[in-house]
């Protein structure tokens, strides 16, 4: 099995990076983790990466005239590096038109709430002031047109009546930790493209609908959200 090729950007903590790099370690997993870039010096996610084994770097707005510079030096690096496939893990900057256009169907990215609800930033306290039952996380191809891009796979989690924006976003973050590497591998495979905007989904079978909260308050295992064939 030829892996894919994958580069990380991360802005912070780099938790979701870290998942999928524990992915990764699987023999059977098609990707490897070759990189992580991010746009901060300080960010912990290049100290775990690191710690991996993993290339870790930085590419700073501060070290570069322009945001179109920062972009075609990120673009440099992508394919210096021979990148496949770029994940955005909580990677906190607006990439260009011209950037995104690119590397259209090779960019993903996770966000934390179920698009397109919420795009944007502050999801958790948007979710419960809107008063919602269900939330959750999306991953999705990326475009020009911020966190609008066709989406490949979500997971949802139950909002309880005592939540705050901060215990909702733990149970988020569990799920986007489950829900992240199932995306890639699809992408990896080639069971999820995208194609006219679109994305288009092979060897991939539903498995009925989601409830949320479940019977009897059972978890329900995301990776019944999509059962693949051989």
């Not at 038109?97 to 958790?124: M, Q, Y």
Request: glycine share 8%; hydrophobic share 50%.
């Amino acid at each position: 099995m030829m892996k894919k090729r994958v580069v990380v950007l991360i802005s912070g903590r780099g938790t979701n990076m870290a998942a999928l790099a524990e992915a990764a370690g699987d023999p059977n997993f098609p990707a490897n983790i070759v990189a992580v870039i991010s746009d901060k010096v300080d960010a912990k996610g290049l100290n775990a990466a690191a710690a991996l084994g993993i290339e870790a770097k930085a590419i700073t707005r501060a070290d570069h005239p322009t945001k179109a510079a920062l972009d075609a030096a990120l673009d440099e690096e992508l394919t210096a590096l021979r990148a496949d496939i770029v994940c955005l893990a909580g990677y906190m900057r607006l990439l260009s038109p011209a950037f995104t256009e690119k590397w259209a169907g090779k960019l993903i990215n996770i966000h934390p709430s179920l698009l397109p609800l919420f795009p944007g930033l502050d999801t958790h306290n948007r979710a419960l002031e809107a008063g919602m039952r269900v939330h959750g996380c999306t991953v999705h191809f990326v475009t020009a047109k911020m966190d609008a891009g066709p989406i490949i796979a979500q997971a949802a989690v139950p909002v309880l009546p005592d939540d705050d924006a901060e215990a909702l976003a733990r149970r988020v973050l569990e799920a986007e930790h489950k829900l992240y590497p199932l995306a890639l591998r699809l992408v990896a495979e080639g069971r999820a493209r995208m194609e006219d905007g679109r994305v288009v989904l092979t060897g991939v079978h539903a498995a009925g609908a989601l409830i949320s909260p479940g019977p009897a308050g059972e978890e329900v295992d995301i990776e019944s959200l999509a059962r693949m064939t051989p």
